[in-house]
């Protein structure tokens, strides 16, 4: 056993990439080798100190060994660097700012806002972005757009873009009042469906039924020459 563990520490030394030496501490980690694990962890650390990869497996090793205190202390360790790295949201987001794309700017700074609530900075730019985002949507969901598409029969989409409408002018009583008109053609329209569906079904029965009828019939009058 003492002859195994020195062979993965030949290994491990030999290995450049902090990568490569993760296949090597699963495969560790899968024989059930705890102890191992945990002192290939530590020796990776000291050369690649910010691996979040590497610091998961030795937590996820502690807390399996019953050693909590060592694990909280490493979870702090991956939580302050996760923390650091979550800047490149902010930066995600303005490259979609630029580029017109609003609702993943917006996406990528609620994100940064988990990890970085203070930054009044990123808190401005997100406000501004949900505002312009507002206004877009409310220059695209008009009452004239809605006709369109009701006079094209896509009445449904009208009654969304309607209930959209409704939602940003409470007040409006003509837009309720469409809204309730198209939600009652709408619902007329599905019954007269529904009814046509039914009719098309009886007649279908009906034939059904006279087609046996006629097949008894000429089998009489074979029978019966």
Not at 122 to 144: F, I, N, Q, W
Not at 151 to 165: L, S
Request: hydrophobic share 35%.
């Amino acid at each position: 056993m003492a002859e195994l563990d020195k062979m993965y520490d030949e290994i491990m030394d030999t290995i450049a990439t902090s990568q490569s030496n993760l296949l090597l501490i699963n495969l560790l980690k899968d024989q059930g080798k705890a102890g191992s694990v945990i002192k290939a962890c530590l020796k990776l650390l000291e050369f690649f100190p910010d691996d979040i990869a590497i610091r998961k497996i030795l937590a996820e090793t502690y807390i399996e060994q019953g050693n909590t205190g060592l694990a909280e202390s490493e979870i702090e360790n991956i939580c302050r660097k996760i923390n650091e790295l979550s800047q490149i949201y902010k930066l995600q987001a303005k490259l979609f700012q630029r580029e017109g794309r609003l609702d993943e700017a917006i996406e990528a700074l609620r994100l940064y806002a988990a990890h970085c609530p203070d930054d009044q900075e990123a808190k401005d730019l997100l406000s501004e972005l949900t505002a312009r985002l507002g206004e877009e949507k409310s220059v695209l969901l008009t009452p004239t757009m809605a006709e369109i598409y009701f006079e094209q029969g896509e009445i449904e989409e009208a009654i969304t873009i309607y209930k959209e409408i409704v939602k940003a002018f409470p007040d409006d009583r003509q837009y309720r009042t469409r809204l309730n008109e198209l939600e009652n053609i709408n619902e007329s329209r599905k019954v007269e469906e529904t009814e046509k569906e039914s009719s098309k079904e009886k007649k279908l029965k009906m034939l059904g039924t006279m087609e046996k009828w006629l097949e008894v019939m000429e089998k009489k009058r074979a029978s019966n020459p």
